[in-house]
T-cell receptor, first 112, second 115 residues
């Protein structure tokens, strides 16, 4: 699986958009970008994933650059409950077993 | 509601006393895994199972056992716990072979302390 690089921490004001970047310059053609988050020692929670097109769901938007070497997770209106560690993971679909390799992630602090 | 249930949520035990952490999922998923999370080391996979009676070691299997006799259950067994197994444990399940296989569901965690 390709390695990812994320900033260790970010701050965001409540109600503003939180834009979390991720670099994955060694991503290969069959690898997807996934985002998970972990709220204070709870189990990680799936947010979104994508291959090359931008994706949006009820939680967030995922913007992937055209060369696929980086992506941005956007929380459009951050709330205090979005304070968490966000993990960007790159891996191939349908690999032999379901193992997620979590890096150190970005600790997002949403403040009032 | 789709969920992965772990029990217990908190456990303090003594060195050498066998214990089992249970994990159950209600989504008929084929894949199940156990992870441990330690400060500065992130989440590391202990064991995984691709289906009933099919299990294999992850990155840190020493000191742990698992079994998969039924699709929904994947217990983690510590035959002789030691203090270095003090950690936060997570069970996860997912379904391979589909787009939705990207979504791994995690339990709420079991915080284990071995004294």
């Amino acid at each position: 699986d390709a390695k990812t690089t994320q900033p260790p921490s970010m701050d965001c004001a409540e109600g503003r958009a939180a834009n979390l970047p991720c670099n994955h310059s060694t991503i290969s053609g069959n690898e997807y970008v996934y985002w998970y988050r972990q709220i204070h020692s709870q189990g990680p929670q799936y947010i979104i994933h994508g291959l090359k097109n931008n994706e949006t769901n009820e939680m967030a938007s995922l913007i992937i650059t055209e060369d696929r070497k980086s992506s941005t997770l956007i929380l459009p209106h951050a709330t205090l409950r979005d304070t968490a560690v966000y993990y960007c993971i790159v891996r191939a679909m349908n690999t032999g077993f379901q193992k997620l390799v979590f890096g150190t992630g970005t600790r997002l602090l949403v403040s009032p | 509601e789709a969920q992965v249930t772990q029990n217990p949520r908190y456990l303090i035990t003594v060195t050498g006393k066998k214990l089992t952490v249970t994990c159950s999922q209600n989504m008929n998923h084929e894949y199940m895994s156990w992870y441990r999370q330690d400060p500065g080391l992130g989440l590391r996979q202990i064991y995984y199972s691709m289906n009933v009676e099919v299990t294999d070691k992850g990155d840190v299997p020493e000191g742990y056992k698992v079994s998969r006799k039924e699709k929904r259950n994947f217990p983690l067994i510590l035959e002789s716990p030691s203090p270095n197994q003090t950690s936060l444990y997570f069970c996860a399940s997912s379904q391979p072979g589909t787009i939705s296989g990207a979504e791994a569901f995690f339990g709420q965690g079991t915080r284990l302390t071995v004294v």
